[in-house]
T-cell receptor, first 114, second 113 residues
Framework: NAGVTQTPKFQVLKTGQSMTLQCAQD?????MSWYRQDPGMGLRLIHY???????DQGEVPNGYNVSRSTTEDFPLRLLSAAPSQTSVYFC?????????????FGPGTRLTVT | AQSVTQPDIHITVSEGASLELRCNYS??????LFWYVQSPGQGLQLLLK??????LVQGIKGFEAEFKRSQSSFNLRKPSVHWSDAAEYFC???????????FGSGTRLLVRP
């Protein structure tokens, strides 16, 4: 198993550009989530999904969209990038709703918005 | 408001010395409690978790943590630190009725040779 994979590893955007961060897992996990990590702030939940077709907002959802058309994939879309979205983004998954906290993390995407 | 506090931003210990990383939480009821480790350039890995029962829990890599209800704390300990333990450590909590995992701000551990 590859586990949780994220692409790209690094990305630089100009303000106002849009892009999609990709996340995939091959463990047949029901629960997937996106976090952003900023210095001194730990990880903050952006969006999460408890299964294909079901998504919900986390702590900091503004400026981000998600969809979950398959169990494997959970892309994160930045609609109009802003410098405040400069961060490291982590995707995570877990087996199911009952064990959402036992999460497997991807390696992260470092995003810079200029 | 619900919160997780890790009061130490950085901690430096000598290799072979003991380690204790502090974590305090503020929740209405006892949440689920976790410690994660993040090595440089990597994602997070679960070290250990507490749900209920024995308040001293054992994790991977020789770590343990003790839940103290009276102090709302869940401190991480290791008797003898190895150079490979240098990393950032995150305490996290989850409400028993919620999906949301709330992380502390992290403690960076440096290990002196």
């Amino acid at each position: 198993n590859a586990g949780v994979t994220q692409t790209p590893k690094f990305q630089v955007l100009k303000t106002g550009q849009s892009m999609t961060l990709q996340c995939a897992q091959d463990m047949n996990h029901e629960y997937m989530s996106w976090y952003r990590q900023d210095p001194g702030m730990g990880l903050r939940l952006i969006h999460y999904s408890v299964g294909a077709g079901i998504t919900d907002q986390g702590e900091v959802p503004n400026g981000y969209n998600v969809s979950r058309s398959t169990t494997e994939d959970f892309p994160l879309r930045l609609l109009s990038a802003a410098p405040s979205q400069t961060s490291v983004y982590f995707c995570a998954s877990s087996i199911n709703r009952a064990s959402h906290y036992e999460q497997y993390f991807g390696p992260g995407t470092r995003l810079t918005v200029t | 408001a619900q919160s997780v506090t890790q009061p130490d931003i950085h901690i430096t210990v000598s290799e072979g010395a003991s380690l204790e990383l502090r974590c305090n939480y503020s929740y209405g009821a006892t949440p689920y409690l976790f410690w994660y480790v993040q090595s440089p350039g990597q994602g997070l890995q679960l070290l250990l978790k507490y749900f209920s029962g024995d308040t001293l829990v054992q994790g991977i890599k020789g770590f343990e943590a003790e839940f103290k209800r009276s102090q709302s704390s869940f401190n991480l300990r290791k008797p003898s630190v190895h150079w490979s333990d240098a990393a950032e450590y995150f305490c996290a909590v989850a409400e028993r009725s919620s999906y949301k995992l709330i992380f502390g701000s992290g403690t960076r551990l440096l290990v002196r040779p």
